[in-house]
């Protein structure tokens, strides 16, 4: 399997998706979700896949929680870009994140009749994802 380079440039922040309100406080460690643990690595998106990833893996959920990680955090050898058809290159951590990783969440919410691309085409979303 090849491995796609990473983006350039790379993204200042990336973000991880949780159907769930993350811990209070972020604990050093986060609790990995249990497709993050089968796999092996943590699920992560950039900005401009947030729509995508929300339209594939959360098409019922009519709510979810964004983490922004900042991404020059990590041993950037522990985040591989893996290439996965319609998101130029899913960013997969392999190791963990906690709080000091976390420079924000924020709770998105779907309204009636919305898609997940009509919610982050909005201007308050798009200034969030930066």
């Known amino acids: 399997m090849v491995i796609p380079p990473p983006p350039s440039p790379l993204p200042e922040f990336v973000y991880k998706i949780t159907p769930e309100a993350p811990p209070s406080?972020?604990?050093d460690s986060y609790p990995l979700s249990a497709l993050d643990q089968?796999?092996?690595f943590v699920h992560l998106s950039t900005s401009w896949q947030i729509p995508t990833t929300a339209s594939l893996f959360f098409t019922t959920t009519p709510s979810f929680y964004?983490?922004?990680l900042r991404l020059s955090n990590f041993d950037?050898?522990?985040v591989k870009w893996d290439e996965v058809e319609d998101t130029n290159?899913?960013?997969h951590l392999y190791g963990n994140f906690g709080a000091k990783d976390?420079?924000?969440v924020k709770e998105f919410v779907r309204g009636e009749g919305e898609s997940w691309k009509d919610v982050f085409e909005k201007e308050?979303?798009?200034a969030w994802l930066v």
Request: net charge neutral; aromatic share 0%.
């Open 76 to 78: 950037q050898a522990a």
């Open 89 to 91: 290159g899913c960013p």
């Open 124 to 126: 308050e979303a798009r």
């Open 66 to 68: 964004l983490l922004k």
């Open 102 to 104: 976390v420079v924000d």
């Open 38 to 40: 089968k796999d092996g």
């Open 25 to 27: 406080p972020i604990p």
